[in-house]
C-alpha cells in the first residue's frame, strides 16, 4: 500500500521519515535543516556545512535556497560550506565534477558565507588531503547534508575502502564497480568507461564526530541500501548502517526508497 503520510520510527539512535514523494521528502529536510541553521547561527554566529553532491539532493536543494518552501530566510552570508567529495582530476568547471553540481544548485542561488572547494585536479593529492583536513579540523562541523549510495556508501566510502575508524579525515579511493555504475545510472556519465575510477573523499569520522546530520534518500534503486542501513548489521559491508549510531542523525526517505523496510 503506498504511503500517503509521513511515517516516523527509530532505527537504534536514526530517526527516519518516510514521505510519499521526493518533493515531500526535499520539503520536509530543508525545513529541518534551515529551522537548525537558524538556531545554530542565532547561538553561536555561524555556522560550518558539508554538502553532499549528487541527483538524490536536487528536491532537497531546490527547497532549502526557496524561504516559501524550508519556512526560513536563512543568513547565507553567515554560514561556511565544504563538500565531501570529487573525482581525482576534473576540475571544478567540469561538468560533472562535484564543485560544479554544487555551483549550480547551491552556490550560484546564495551569497554564501565561505566555500572551500577540494582542488581534486591538483596533481600533489597528499598535500590536497592536508590541507583540506587542515580545515575541517579548524572547528567543529555543525551540520551534514548527505546521501546513501546504492551500494550503501557515504561520500565514496565504498565497502572495500570504508573505515569507521578511518586515521584519515581526507583521502583518494578507488571507486568500486556498483558505485562507477550508480553515476551512469543517475545519468551522470554516458558509460562506465567514462566514469573516473578514483576519487577524494571525506571519511567515515567526519560523519561520526559532525554534530548532526540530514540523510536525504530518494528512489527505488536506493531501497536495498536503506533495508541494510536501517535494519542489517551494522558493518563496512554497508557503510551507512553507521549512522544509526549517531546521536543527531534524520533519514529522510520517499515511499520508493522505503519500499523493502518491515518498519
Same mark, same amino acid.
Given at each position: 500500500?503506498?504511503?500517503?503520510?509521513?511515517?516516523?520510527?527509530?532505527?537504534?539512535?536514526?530517526?527516519?521519515?518516510?514521505?510519499?514523494?521526493?518533493?515531500?521528502?526535499?520539503?520536509?529536510?530543508?525545513?529541518?535543516?534551515?529551522?537548525? #541553521?537558524?538556531?545554530?547561527?542565532?547561538?553561536?554566529?555561524?555556522?560550518?556545512?558539508?554538502?553532499?553532491?549528487?541527483?538524490?539532493?536536487?528536491?532537497?536543494?531546490?527547497?532549502?535556497?526557496?524561504?516559501?518552501?524550508? *519556512?526560513?530566510?536563512?543568513?547565507?552570508? %553567515?554560514? =561556511?560550506?565544504?563538500?565531501?567529495?570529487?573525482?581525482? *582530476? #576534473?576540475?571544478? /568547471?567540469?561538468?560533472?565534477?562535484?564543485?560544479?553540481? #554544487?555551483?549550480?544548485?547551491?552556490?550560484?542561488?546564495?551569497?554564501?558565507?565561505?566555500?572551500?572547494?577540494?582542488?581534486?585536479?591538483?596533481?600533489?593529492?597528499?598535500?590536497?588531503?592536508?590541507?583540506? /583536513?587542515?580545515?575541517?579540523?579548524?572547528?567543529?562541523?555543525?551540520?551534514?547534508?548527505? *546521501?546513501?549510495?546504492?551500494?550503501?556508501?557515504?561520500?565514496?566510502?565504498?565497502?572495500?575502502?570504508?573505515?569507521?575508524?578511518?586515521?584519515?579525515?581526507?583521502?583518494?579511493?578507488?571507486?568500486?564497480?556498483?558505485?562507477?555504475?550508480?553515476?551512469?545510472?543517475?545519468?551522470?556519465?554516458?558509460?562506465?568507461?567514462?566514469?573516473?575510477?578514483?576519487?577524494?573523499?571525506? =571519511?567515515?569520522?567526519?560523519?561520526?564526530?559532525?554534530?548532526?546530520?540530514?540523510?536525504?534518500?530518494? *528512489?527505488?534503486? %536506493?531501497?536495498?541500501?536503506?533495508?541494510? =542501513?536501517?535494519?542489517?548489521?551494522? /558493518?563496512?559491508?554497508?557503510?551507512?548502517?553507521?549512522?544509526?549510531?549517531?546521536?543527531?542523525?534524520?533519514?529522510?526517505?520517499?515511499?520508493?526508497?522505503?519500499?523493502?523496510?518491515?518498519?
Amino acid at each position: 500500500m503506498p504511503i500517503i503520510t509521513p511515517h516516523h520510527f527509530t532505527a537504534g539512535c536514526l530517526a527516519v521519515e518516510v514521505h510519499p514523494d521526493r518533493a515531500a521528502l526535499g520539503r520536509a529536510a530543508a525545513r529541518a535543516v534551515a529551522a537548525h #541553521l537558524q538556531a545554530v547561527i542565532a547561538q553561536q554566529g555561524t555556522a560550518r556545512v558539508i554538502f553532499a553532491c549528487a541527483p538524490s539532493q536536487n528536491e532537497f536543494l531546490a527547497a532549502l535556497i526557496d524561504p516559501a518552501q524550508c *519556512g526560513h530566510t536563512l543568513e547565507w552570508s %553567515k554560514i =561556511t560550506a565544504f563538500h565531501m567529495d570529487d573525482y581525482v *582530476g #576534473l576540475s571544478g /568547471t567540469h561538468p560533472q565534477s562535484f564543485r560544479h553540481y #554544487l555551483h549550480e544548485h547551491l552556490l550560484r542561488q546564495v551569497k554564501i558565507g565561505c566555500f572551500h572547494p577540494l582542488p581534486a585536479e591538483e596533481s600533489d593529492a597528499v598535500a590536497v588531503a592536508a590541507r583540506y /583536513t587542515d580545515l575541517l579540523r579548524a572547528q567543529p562541523i555543525d551540520l551534514i547534508c548527505m *546521501g546513501i549510495g546504492e551500494n550503501g556508501h557515504i561520500a565514496f566510502n565504498d565497502p572495500p575502502v570504508a573505515d569507521f575508524d578511518d586515521p584519515l579525515l581526507v583521502k583518494v579511493v578507488e571507486l568500486d564497480l556498483a558505485c562507477r555504475q550508480q553515476q551512469v545510472n543517475d545519468g551522470c556519465f554516458p558509460t562506465l568507461a567514462a566514469v573516473p575510477r578514483h576519487a577524494f573523499t571525506l =571519511t567515515i569520522p567526519v560523519f561520526r564526530q559532525a554534530r548532526r546530520l540530514s540523510i536525504q534518500v530518494p *528512489g527505488p534503486r %536506493k531501497a536495498a541500501a536503506v533495508l541494510a =542501513t536501517v535494519e542489517g548489521p551494522i /558493518t563496512t559491508a554497508c557503510p551507512a548502517s553507521i549512522l544509526r549510531q549517531h546521536p543527531a542523525a534524520i533519514l529522510y526517505l520517499d515511499s520508493a526508497a522505503a519500499n523493502l523496510l518491515s518498519s
